[in-house]
């Protein structure tokens, strides 16, 4: 196994209280690995572990609560809400005379408590996805090596220790078949082979991480707004209502509060959803940054060809077929921008292609932090300035 991955240290990494450190520190597990596989895969090709790094940097900038400023001021001028709220606000309430105080700050007050639930969320996902395929990284560093006398015998280990560490059948599917094509890679001898199986292996983990992410993507995407909007502004108002009128009225009047509001919360709902995936989903990539809602750009690294050469054209069957439920267009990046991250469909979509455009971007095996930001990290301390 490769000194500097601990399945100990993963562990403890996984149960750390704090979400802001704990996420820089499965930042730097992913880029660890991510080398230490490049001992067993080489170094043309990245791992899964090379996108997961970077990823999760992203998720760090949410969870850090950076950034989410010009995404609350498009929410704000995107349309006046205020005025959408008030017209709704049942024309009952003004029989005693009550006013509805609702203004930009009353609605942003909501919104960086909308955003706090969804950094929550965000790093629940960043712990559920480390907890569950860092360990796996691990047993296979440590079981599979390049002996081709003991190919069989290391897969078979291997799968066993998964066998054991897996409950869902359909993700575990997934999973064997991941492990089993990185195993091929290593002894695979012709270049374009070997890149198609470590892309096989890399989307099908994709995939496995993208399912198990979901619900968490959607709740900080989504229900937040409903959630929140809901239980602070009708909140406030009916505890107005109910300390003012007879508990009978009240009971009368707050389902039609509740009624009249939803629809407008429902609208919210979803402009937050749009303008979440325009300016905070976004991969931080060691080159800049990959906007979720527009197509991959032409790879850098190769005179601005789609895909490199290797994987410009697909010839493994089993990668084709699942190329051919996951990519809309499988020869070609365009048209794989995500309108809607909280799709599954869409983002595996962009996954697809991004990995497939990205997978010998040599750049993604750079550090995510300076050396002495990682030192710091490791010492448990969260460096101060930009990350």
């Known amino acids: ?60 900038k949410f969870i850090r609560l950076e950034n989410v400023d010009a995404a609350i001021e498009e929410f704000l001028r995107g349309k006046d809400w205020v005025k959408e709220l008030t017209r709704v606000i049942p024309g009952a309430m003004t029989w005693f005379g009550w006013r509805v105080k609702i203004n930009d700050s009353f609605l942003l007050n909501i919104l960086n408590k909308t955003a706090r639930a969804a950094a929550t969320e965000i790093a629940k996902g960043n712990l559920l996805v480390f907890a569950e395929l860092a360990p796996l990284y ?13 190919k069989d015998q290391n897969l ?6 998964l066998h054991q560490n897996q409950t869902e059948e359909n993700s575990y599917q997934k999973l064997v078949q991941a492990y089993t094509a990185y195993q091929e890679a290593i002894f695979e001898t012709d270049p374009k082979a070997k890149a198609e ?51 009978f009225l009240f009971t009368l009047i707050s389902p039609l509060l509740k009624n009249s509001v939803t629809p407008v919360v429902h609208r919210m709902s979803t402009d937050w959803r749009k303008i979440s995936t325009k300016f905070l989903m976004r991969i931080e990539v060691p080159d800049g940054h990959l906007d979720l809602s527009e197509d991959i750009p032409l790879i850098a690294y190769e005179s601005g060809k789609m895909f490199p050469e290797e994987l410009a054209e697909i010839r493994n069957p089993a990668l084709l077929k699942v190329l051919e439920e996951l990519d809309h267009s499988i020869n070609s990046s365009k048209g794989s921008a995500a309108k809607d991250w909280g799709d599954l ?23 995510p932090f300076n050396a002495q930001q ?14």
């Open 138 to 150: 691990a047993q296979f560093l440590q079981l599979i090596t390049t002996d081709p006398n003991q």
């Open 1 to 60: 196994m490769h000194p500097r991955i601990d399945p100990v240290q993963i562990s403890s990494i996984a149960e750390h209280p704090e979400p802001v450190l704990r996420n820089l520190l499965i930042t730097q597990t992913y880029s660890e690995i991510n080398l230490a596989l490049s001992k067993l895969l080489g170094k043309n090709n990245v791992s899964w572990c090379a996108y997961a790094t970077w990823a999760s940097k992203t998720a760090g």
């Open 197 to 247: 199986l470590i892309f096989y292996a890399n989307v099908l983990v994709g995939y496995h991480e993208q399912i198990r992410l979901n619900p968490a993507i959607n709740n900080s995407l989504d229900a937040p707004v409903e959630q929140i909007f809901k239980k602070e502004l009708l909140g406030g108002l009916e505890r107005l209502i109910e300390a003012s009128i007879p508990g």
């Open 156 to 161: 078979a280990a291997f799968l066993n220790y």
């Open 374 to 387: 990682t030192a710091l990290i490791k010492l448990g301390e969260v460096p101060t300035g930009r990350l």
């Open 345 to 367: 469909g869409e983002r595996m979509n962009f996954i697809a292609d991004f990995f497939r455009s990205a997978q010998q971007n040599a750049h993604l095996f750079w550090p």
